[in-house]
Structure formats: structure tokens, C-alpha cells
């Protein structure tokens, strides 16, 4: 890894807490109408799409840090495709959050610098479990936008577009490290990564 890598590792890192994220695809459900929502369902609504934006930030994290130290050209350039798209959703999810009067997670930085680690240590285990590892962290993403979908207000169409697409976009990134030769991870690994999503998604909603 040499020096030119790790400051354009760090440009991205800057770049993704603290500029606009670009998207080329337009922002899901943006022509549907705004709902009537109650002050706490708005709020509910706001927390739920803080914690869409942190899981987001963290998974530019461990891709960037999954891409630094993948081995295999096709796995490094599927890492990096990945992370294209998840900028698309943070994009989307900062639209989201503005329109609904909040803002993202003051913990965004923290979320960061702590999957970026994350990921490099997976990437350094080698390009197969790299890319379990990625399918698993797209799976257990999808399951958590899933449960959104049943959280958020049923009224709040423009929330739930943006969700249902991102869900869409996870589903397709688990298959396709699957496709290039990712295993699946043991079961104390899938619990830890469970476990540490709960604490993010947790302290996200509010902060």
C-alpha cells in the first residue's frame, strides 16, 4: 500500500462525512407527494433514516477499508462498485433527513474510523472471506432495512421509496460476492456483527 493510496483513502473518508454525497440515479419516491405526519412520527421517521445514513457511512468505511487490502483485482474492483452505490444511498438518506427537518449522526465519525478498521482487517484475511464478509454485512443490511419498512409510518411514502430501493441495491451486492467467490462466515462472527449493529443502530436513532 503506498502513499498515494492512503491519502486518496483519507480524501474519501473526508469526503463521506462531511460532503454532499454525489448519486447519478435520481432520488427514489422524489415526485411523490410530502405526508401529513404527527411531531413524532416525523421524529420516529428522522431517527429511522439517521440510522439508514450512519449504516451507510459505515459501509463506505468498510469498503474503502475491504478494497485496500483485497488481493484480487476483480474482488478490489467489486468492493469499490459497491461502494459506488452506497453513496447513491447516502445521497438519498441526507435528501431524506433535510426534508424531514433533522440531521445526521453527530457519531458519523466514530462509525467511520471504526469500520474502516473493520474492513481492512477483513480484507487482510484474504479475498474469500473478504467477500463473505461482505455478503454478510449486505444480508444482515437487508434484514434491518426490512424491519424499517415495518417501522416506519405507512403514510410516509417518499421514507419508504428510498428504503425499498436501497434494500434492493443490498440484496444485489450480497449475491454478486457470492458470485465471486465469497464463504460464508462462521456463526460467533455473524453474532458479533449482529451484535455491533444493534449498539450503532441504537445510539444513530438518537444522536
Known amino acids: 500500500m503506498n502513499l498515494d493510496t492512503l491519502i486518496l483513502a483519507f480524501d474519501r473518508g473526508l469526503r463521506t462525512l462531511f460532503a454532499p454525497a454525489p448519486t447519478v440515479r435520481p432520488v427514489p419516491g422524489r415526485d411523490l407527494a410530502e405526508a401529513s405526519l404527527t411531531e413524532a412520527e416525523q421524529r420516529h421517521a428522522a431517527g429511522l433514516m439517521r440510522v439508514n445514513h450512519s449504516g451507510e457511512v459505515c459501509a463506505q468505511a468498510l469498503y474503502q477499508g475491504q478494497a485496500l487490502t483485497a488481493r484480487n483485482p476483480q474482488a478490489r474492483a467489486a468492493l469499490r462498485q459497491a461502494a459506488q452505490e452506497e453513496t447513491e444511498h447516502l445521497n438519498w438518506c ?28 477483513a480484507g487482510a484475511l484474504g479475498d474469500k472471506w473478504n467477500l463473505g464478509f461482505l455478503a454478510e454485512t449486505e444480508r444482515q443490511v437487508e434484514a434491518h432495512l426490512a424491519s424499517h419498512l415495518a417501522r416506519l409510518p405507512a403514510q410516509d411514502a417518499k421514507s419508504r421509496a428510498i428504503v425499498e430501493q436501497m434494500k ?25 456483527m449482529r451484535l455491533t449493529s444493534k449498539v450503532m443502530t441504537s445510539l444513530a436513532y438518537w444522536v
Open 94 to 121: 441526507e435528501t431524506r433527513l433535510r426534508e424531514l427537518g433533522s440531521h445526521k449522526s453527530y457519531l458519523n465519525p466514530i462509525w467511520y474510523t471504526g469500520s474502516l478498521a473493520i474492513g481492512m482487517a
Open 168 to 192: 434492493i441495491d443490498e440484496a444485489k451486492h450480497a449475491t454478486t460476492a457470492i458470485e465471486h467467490g465469497g464463504r460464508p462466515l462462521p456463526l460467533p462472527v455473524r453474532l458479533g
